[in-house]
T-cell receptor, first 114, second 114 residues
Framework: AQSVTQLGSHVSVSEGALVLLRCNYSSSVPPYLFWYVQYPNQGLQLLLKYTSAATLVKGINGFEAEFKKSETSFHLTKPSAHMSDAAEYFCAVTRMDSSYKLIFGSGTRLLVRP | DSGVTQTPKHLITATGQRVTLRCSPRSGDLSVYWYQQSLDQGLQFLIQYYNGEERAKGNILERFSAQQFPDLHSELNLSSLELGDSALYFC?????????????FGEGSRLTVL
């Protein structure tokens, strides 16, 4: 069964510092992987997705993620954090069969210090 | 604004009661998904409908039921409510059956069971 594990329920960085949010996946078939972001009092929105094309995926707001099959990882990075990046980030995986269920990780709350 | 509309935004009720949550998907989207978000369980997939038919089922309790109507809006019915059902319930929609994993989320319905 597909699943994702997000390491660290909370990550705190200073404004301008590198953001690194970790996600490892488990999948018996090639996965499609996603990062979603949830701002306070809002629904989730798609940041970026990996669908077996380029392993380095660029998303919105300067975020990117790299698919590493050897490490079963899909970590999210941003070179320089901004105060507006403070939110909860969810890694997700779906299986390419008849169900297409999107399975989310437990989430990582990003805090940005001034 | 994702284009997905959920009502009501907030709902407070008592144990044993029944409530109905409503979702209107983005114009043109055929799939509707229901997710439950709580502090202890995280974001849990409940059920998916595609063009009026149940497509995938997740951790949905027998006390809960859903349907998608011919106009593609969906309702999630929660009955015999328990304190543990207090959560944020999200509806999401997608163009197809979820093949590309890109879901558009509403802002959620916050249910409080007293």
């Amino acid at each position: 069964a597909q699943s994702v594990t997000q390491l660290g329920s909370h990550v705190s960085v200073s404004e301008g510092a590198l953001v690194l949010l970790r996600c490892n996946y488990s999948s018996s078939v090639p996965p499609y992987l996603f990062w979603y972001v949830q701002y306070p009092n809002q629904g989730l929105q798609l940041l970026l997705k990996y669908t077996s094309a380029a392993t380095l995926v660029k998303g919105i707001n300067g975020f990117e993620a790299e698919f590493k099959k050897s490490e079963t990882s899909f970590h999210l990075t941003k070179p320089s954090a901004h105060m507006s990046d403070a939110a909860e980030y969810f890694c997700a995986v779906t299986r390419m069969d008849s169900s297409y269920k999107l399975i989310f990780g437990s989430g990582t709350r990003l805090l940005v210090r001034p | 604004d994702s284009g997905v509309t959920q009502t009501p935004k907030h709902l407070i009720t008592a144990t044993g009661q029944r409530v109905t949550l409503r979702c209107s998907p983005r114009s043109g989207d055929l799939s509707v998904y229901w997710y439950q978000q709580s502090l202890d369980q995280g974001l849990q997939f409940l059920i998916q409908y595609y063009n009026g038919e149940e497509r995938a089922k997740g951790n949905i309790l027998e006390r809960f039921s859903a349907q998608q109507f011919p106009d593609l809006h969906s309702e999630l019915n929660l009955s015999s409510l328990e304190l543990g059902d207090s959560a944020l319930y999200f509806c999401a929609s997608s163009v197809g059956a979820g093949e590309n994993g890109e879901l558009f989320f509403g802002e959620g319905s916050r249910l409080t069971v007293l």
